[in-house]
């Protein structure tokens, strides 16, 4: 999936704007002026199409996730584990 501005595209196909998508466990819905992409793994990504980004994850997936939010175990010293298992100082820096 790839937003940029107004436009929202899914393997190079046009997502109307205001129309929602679903194809094989992902959907793209616009929920006010937010851009929210959800798949079947559980995870939720939504966009203000500005700089506000947020994250859900259902709670089965608590423990099993890795990456900018950690383990999802609430615990801030996991996060930022890069693919080698080195932890990143910031954000930014991952």
């Known amino acids: ?9 899914v393997n190079g196909a ?3 704007e205001g129309r929602p998508y679903l194809h094989k466990g992902l959907g793209v819905t616009w929920p006010g002026e937010w851009v929210a992409v959800a798949s079947s793994l ?3 990504v939504a966009w203000d199409r500005h700089l506000a980004v947020t994250v859900t994850a259902e709670p089965e997936l608590r423990g ?3 990456g900018l939010c950690g383990t999802y175990t609430d ?3 996991d996060d930022f584990v890069g693919p080698a ?3 990143a100082a910031s954000a930014a820096a991952f």
């Open 1 to 9: 999936v790839v937003a940029e501005g107004q436009n929202v595209s």
């Open 85 to 87: 298992g080195d932890i």
């Open 14 to 16: 046009a997502v109307p």
């Open 42 to 44: 559980g995870v939720r």
């Open 64 to 66: 099993g996730t890795w």
């Open 75 to 77: 615990d801030p010293a």
